[in-house]
Structure formats: structure tokens, C-alpha cells
């Protein structure tokens, strides 16, 4: 059984600052890390894998350095990793990216495929489903806990607003992942050796024999206009006072923006 | 590249490299240099003192011949159990307003539910409403979502095609999206017409708050975006206005999932923490899993929902389902009260679009005070019964 995990290299957000005198966000010194869910997809793949005979390929589209992100999970039990990387996918909206990746999932050929939500720097959740409407495949999104197994089907979890279903799907099938689905192991020393030797395959446009007008930032039907800075908060009163006299003003304040 | 950097004027001042969102600046042999991470925002152009970050040409993308034949606003009506999300009166509330400011139509999509539902949707502002009560949809699955939706948009061309950016709306939409090949831009907190061209402003957070992006779908029809819950007015209600709900065919729809069971989670408290109005979050100073049944008494009271900062989940005192914040729930409540949480940048690009914030914590240097309207320094298990003994003081007084 071929498991595929899609993961991202994205900068750490938490560690964005802003630079409060032009507004722009400081990227020094922020650390690329895997996207925070695509851990818990990859250990997901990993106890698939561990479950049923099968082999865990990582996929990553971004530029060359994206490569270490690929080790990193080697590191962790993967396989195989693929870096699909060209000045082609540059500037790859949800559309153009679930495309590219689409196509190099059909040239691997998979049974299932494994994406965490979202990505934590665009936050979109689309590359997922779209991935699978491209592969004409069925997805189940925000799985929080994988039931059952088989060669021809699975069951799992899937978390909503207000509890969860149980849901089944035929294979292949894409599954987006939260949190709660797991906890990502770490890498063993046997998996980091592996990393340092793995050989990580680089597809260009031409291997996955995708029509340029399809990628990139000309194949992205959606353009990013212009980016700001949200509004800083004002109005931030700290409340002065014994425990009670807090508790007046704070109740006070509110019944004057009537909000009690 | 979209974006360029002529050498023979870059001065290597690496002014540019931190202006980028991207990561795409970065510096060769004493250069900027531009990588596969542009995304064609041009934030750098303007940081360069020596002016040498320029515009390409644009290649202009392959897009549809005649855009200006998609014509009216359509928002989904997503339901649960029979009964219309609240997100849909929202979507009306700006869809009306878009389907006015371009002179067009307000039509709403609803599958599964009953008529009266439908005639609702009406009354919240919408001239027709799409509806097939097909039994596929008791349950909901991507696929047949997807099927209909895609088949409908594709018979009717509408311009612009919103849903709310819930569990459902942000997982069959971008199956949509990807089969009618046009943009879908997801989470979206304001929308706007650009009258000349009819283009839809998407403006939406990203980088986990941090900034914000304006996009646009300029030669894809029909422009696509989901709209993120309580951050819409809903329109004016009007029990006496007409339209037509049309009764659409939903053959051969079907789905290769399959729901065995829907299991709601007996809560605490039983409201939808992105839906509430209120919520009263509890973190690592509860010090205890017991801390939460204050918490829950406060936000009872309030009418409100509990949330929780990721230590306390973490530590296993509250399900997952009740964490705000990056790797949980973003909220954007009328009142978020914190309470014992430090504000970890992590919690605060989940709720640090609330209206107003109320911060209880014994440390006056907690982060959490910088993003706080009313901030109270203090033991919370002193400050929270207090809150709760006066509040419902007043409550017995105003009955």
C-alpha cells in the first residue's frame, strides 16, 4: 500500500514579528519548520503503515532548501522523499499547488493520501480537497481518529462544528488531519542515519508532465492584490483595585458598551 | 519571477529582505535575489532606497473569454440536521449588500432541510433560493455537495459564489473551486466590489493573523470565497418578502463516503465556540482540571461558550474541540475573557480579533494584557466568584 504525506515548509508564525514603524512582518531569525500538521499526517502515515504493509512517501512542493523538511521525516520512518520543485510552480495559489501536487501523486500512484488541515502561514485548508477532486478521489476532512483499516476501505472520525460522524470511504482516499488525531513520534537514531543517506528525488515541471499554463503563478486563477497590517487594538485599560473594586469597573465598562 | 531585482542597483543594504511575507527575498553574492516563494505581493518594491525591486511584465493568465456573462450573488445555506446554520443569514446580510452595490441578484443554495427553511432564506434578504431536498443530504458528504453545487453554478453562471467558512463550507467548497477551475479564497473577514471592474475584494488574514491580504479573482468566473462565521451582519429580517424557490433535479448524485453515525459531544456547554457571543476561556492558571467548572458557570451565566488556551488542553483537562488558537479554533466573539492564560502569540492569532477582551491573570506582564480592552491583575479564583456573585446580583435586579 502506497501511503503519500503531503507536507509544507512553512516559517514558524508564532516566532513573526512586526515591525511596528513600516508595518511589515520581520522575518529574521524565524525558523522553517514542517507545518505543525503535517506531523501528526506523517505520524498518521507512519501507523498506517505500520498497520498494513505499506510504504510512507513524503511530497513537498517548494523551493530546493524545502528538501530538509523531506529529511526531517525520513528521519522520522519515511521511506521516500520527493521534492517537487521549478521556477514553474513559483507564485502556486491553492488551485495551481493541488494541481502540481495532483500530478505527481498520479505518477506515484497512491492508496491513500495524508495532508495535515492547513498550512499555518496561508491557513486556506483548499490545497486538501482540491488535491482530491484533481484525482477524482473521494477526502475526509479533519479526521481526528482513524477506526479501521482494510485494503479496499477505511473508517475514521471526523471531527464537526458540534461532535463528530463515523465515516467510511472506498480507496483511495485523501484524509486531512488535526491535531487530536495523535502525537508525532521523534526521529530515531536509525531514522536520522537513513535521512543523511536518503536519496530525495527532485521533479521538475517536465516529470510530471503538467501543462505550464496550469502552474505557477499563471496557472493561479486567484492574485494577491496587496498585504497590510491589521489595525493595532486600542482602548487597553488595565483596571486598578482590590479584587472587588476590578470587578465594578470591569462590570461597569461593560454595561457602557452594553455587552451585559 | 514576477518581481525582479536589477543587480547593477542593488546595493546589498538587505532593507528589502524583512519586508517580504514570503520568504522570497533572499541574498546572493551580495544581492537580492528573488526565489519560488514570490507571491507577486510587491510589499519590497517600495522598501528599496535605490529603487532596483521592479515589476516584470505580468503574463497574463489564461482565463475565460467572456466574464461579464456570469451575472448574480449566491450564497450556501449549509444545514445541520434539517436546521440553517447561522453563518447563512450572515452570508445574506453581505451578499445582499455585494448583489446591490453591482445591481444584480441575491439567490441562496440549500440542500437538505425543509421548504420552510428555504422560505426563511428568503426572508433574510434572498430573491431565490436553489433547493433540493434530495435524502442524500441528510448526512453531509463532500461529494454529492460538490456534484450539485458544481452542476448548478455551471447551468446558472453566477458571479460571485460565498459559503460560510465552517467544517463544511471549507471542505466540499475547494472541490468546487478546483473542478470549475476559478479561485476560492478561504476565511474571509471582509468583502467589497470594486465597481469598475466587478471584481470581488477577498480581504483575509494570514501568517496567522499577522497580516492581512487583499484578493482578487479578475479572469475567473465565478469568483469564489468562504466567509468566516460572526464576523458579517446578518440584513433585515421581512416576513412579508417574496421570491422563488426553485426545485432543482439531483440525479445520479452520489458519494463514495459513507456517514455511519453522528455523534454530538455532550458538552458543558452546549454552544458552538465560533458561533457564541461570548466566551470564557480558562488556561494553564486554573492550575487544576476543577477550574473549568468555574469557567463554565461563568460562561453559563453569560449565555456564553468555553473555550481553552492548548496547555490546558495539553494537560487533559478540557477535549480538544474547546482549544482557541493556532493549532485549535479561531474565534471572534463580541467578549473573550481569558482567564489564567499568559497569551502565547499561539493563543492570541486565535482570538485577538474578539471585540472586546477581558484578561484575568496574577501576572501584570503576561502577554496577554497587550491585546487586552480591559485587563484585571489579579487571583482569578478571587476575581471569577466575584464576577459570577454580581453578576447575577444584577441579573436578580433588572428581572
Known sequence: MNIVVCIKQVPDTAEVKINPETGTLIREGVPSII???????????????????????VLTMGPPQAETALRDAISMGADEGIL?????????????????????????????????????DGDTAQVGPETAEFLNIPHISYVRKLEEITDTSIRVQRLMDDGYDVIESTLPVLLTVVKELNEPRLPSLKGKMAAKKAEIKKWSRADIMADENDL??????????????????????????????????LLLELRGVKCL | MPVIVNPEKCKGCEECLSSCPFEALVMKEGKASVNEYCQACMACISMCPEGAIIETEREVPIGLDDIHAYKGVWIFAEQRGGKVAPVAYELLGIGRRLADDIGTDLSAVLFGSRQSEARELIRWGADKVYYSSDPIFEHFHDEPYAQLLTSQIMEHHPEIVLAGA???????????????????TADCTSLAIDKETRNLLQIRPAFGGNIMATILCPNYRPQMATVRPRVMKRGRYDESRNGDIIHIKSDGLQSRTKVLQTVKEASDCMINLQEADIIVSGGRGLGDPKGFQLIAELAELLGGAVGSSRAAVDSGWIPYRHQVGQTGKTVCPKVYIACGISGAVQHLVGMQSSDIIIAINKNPEAPIFNVATYGLVGDLYEIVPLMIKKIKETKGLST
Request: hydrophobic share 40%; aromatic share 8%.
Open chain 1, 35 to 57: 507545518n505543525p500538521f503535517d506531523m501528526h499526517a506523517l505520524e498518521a502515515g507512519l501507523q498506517i503503515k505500520e498497520r498494513v504493509n505499506g510504504r510512507v512517501i
Open chain 2, 166 to 184: 465552517t467544517f463544511i463550507g471549507r471542505s466540499f467548497f475547494p472541490r468546487v473551486a478546483a473542478r470549475l477551475r476559478t479561485g476560492l
Open chain 1, 216 to 249: 505557477g503563478l499563471k496557472g493561479s486563477p486567484t492574485q494577491v492584490k496587496n498585504i497590510f497590517t491589521p489595525d493595532a487594538r486600542s482602548g487597553r485599560k488595565i483596571l486598578e483595585g482590590t479584587p472587588e473594586e476590578q470587578v465594578d469597573a
Open chain 1, 84 to 120: 517537487l520543485s521549478d521556477r514553474a510552480f513559483a507564485g502556486s495559489d491553492t488551485w495551481a499547488t493541488s494541481f502540481t501536487l495532483s500530478k505527481a501523486i498520479q505518477k506515484i500512484g497512491a492508496d491513500i493520501i495524508i495532508c495535515g488541515k492547513q498550512a499555518i
